[in-house]
């Protein structure tokens, strides 16, 4: 199987702030790799696809960069609705594997 | 508008059976691969299973193979989950979510909201 990490598991973070979430993969994943926001007691919602692209009706603030091994996702300027946590996933696999997160709170 | 709903949820002892739906909407639901990804309790999201259009490849995480099952009824724009032989640990919340693939890149998108499963005595 492929593993999926993520650093840092947390950080705190004002408004306005830039973050960046990095995630690694246990092998190349080619550009195979997603982004999901998920807030308390909610579904995960999809931020970046194919490690670059855009979901359709996400802030232009959240980008996504990387492949092979090493991603990134970063928010240009954090904003309030921004504090949630974030998990990266590999779909190169059949067998899929998420990160463990990244939770983004008020400093 | 595309959405999921889950449903079957509950508290059930270990070694018992729980059947999960998700009943599909506002999308044509036999064109498209569909999985469960589930969630413990203040823990991390875990791929389950996943389910082709027309049901003939199935594919599953290793701690659920043998036990669970991945069904659907394109007729009723409907997803199952069967799940035998629970275990404490199988408690979650557990989604269902639209696998979508573009030129072998995959993802999930919608999600439904979840329907927690709790194995205990």
């Known amino acids: 199987d492929i593993q999926m990490t993520q650093s840092p598991s947390s950080l705190s973070a004002s408004v306005g702030d830039r973050v960046t979430i990095t995630c690694r993969a246990s092998?190349?994943?080619?550009?195979?790799l997603n982004w999901y926001q998920q807030k308390p007691g909610k579904a995960p919602k999809l931020l970046i696809y194919a490690a670059s692209s855009l979901q359709s009706g996400v802030p232009s603030r959240f980008s996504g960069s990387g492949s092979g091994t090493d991603f990134t996702l970063t928010i240009s300027s954090l904003q309030p609705e921004d504090f949630a946590t974030y998990y990266c996933q590999q779909s190169y696999s059949t067998l899929v594997t998420f990160g463990p997160g990244t939770k983004v709170d008020i400093k | 508008e595309v959405q999921l709903v889950e449903s079957g949820g509950g508290l059930v002892q270990p070694g018992g059976s729980l059947r999960l739906s998700c009943v599909a909407s506002?999308?044509?639901?036999?064109?498209?691969?569909m999985s469960w990804v589930r969630q413990a309790p203040g823990k991390g999201l875990e791929w389950v299973a996943n389910i082709k259009q027309d049901g003939s490849e199935k594919y599953y995480v290793d701690s659920v193979k043998g036990r669970f099952i991945i069904s659907r009824d394109n007729a009723k724009n409907s997803l199952y989950l069967q799940m035998n032989s629970l275990r404490a640990e199988d408690t979650a919340v557990y989604f269902c979510?639209?696998?979508?693939?573009?030129?072998?890149?995959?993802?999930?998108?919608?999600w439904g909201q979840g329907t927690l499963v709790t194995v205990s005595s």
């Open positions: 092998q190349s994943i080619s550009s195979y």
């Open positions: 506002g999308f044509t639901f036999s064109s498209y691969w």
């Open positions: 979510a639209r696998d979508i693939i573009a030129v072998a890149v995959s993802w999930f998108d919608p």
